[in-house]
Nanobody, 115 residues
C-alpha cells in the first residue's frame, strides 16, 4: 500500500496550492479519503474528507470556503485545492485512506504560507 503526496511548498498569504495524493495497493474506490495536517507540538487535525459513497465531502470550519477536495477513482488520486491561504495553514499535510479495519497514511508534504 502506498499513498504519495505531492504539491506542497512555499506560498505567500492569499496564494493557492494544489496537493495531490496518488494511491496504490488497495481498492481505492472503496475507501474514504481524507487530508489531515499537523504542526509541531499539536495533534494531527482533519482538514477535509471525501467519502467513498456519493463523494460526500466534509471540511474543517477553518478551511470551509477556501479548500476543495476531490477524487478521481479512475486514476486513484485525491486532490486538495487550497485557495486564500493563511499563515495558520502552515503544516505538514497528510493523505489518509480508511476502510475499517484498515487505515493508511502517506509520508506528508510540507505547506508553508509566509511572506
Amino acid at each position: 500500500v502506498q499513498l504519495v503526496e505531492s504539491g506542497g511548498g512555499l506560498v505567500q498569504p492569499g496564494g493557492s496550492l494544489r496537493l495531490s495524493c496518488a494511491a496504490s495497493g488497495f481498492t481505492f474506490s472503496r475507501y474514504d479519503m481524507s487530508w489531515y495536517r499537523q504542526v509541531p507540538g499539536k495533534e494531527r487535525e482533519l482538514v477535509a474528507q471525501i467519502m467513498s459513497v456519493r463523494d460526500i465531502t466534509n471540511y474543517a470550519d477553518s478551511v470551509k470556503g477556501r479548500f476543495t477536495m476531490s477524487r478521481d477513482n479512475a486514476k486513484n488520486t485525491v486532490d486538495l485545492q487550497m485557495n486564500s491561504l493563511k499563515p495558520e495553514d502552515t503544516a505538514v499535510y497528510y493523505c489518509n485512506a480508511r476502510r475499517s479495519p484498515f487505515n493508511y497514511w502517506g509520508q506528508g508534504t510540507q505547506v508553508t504560507v509566509s511572506s
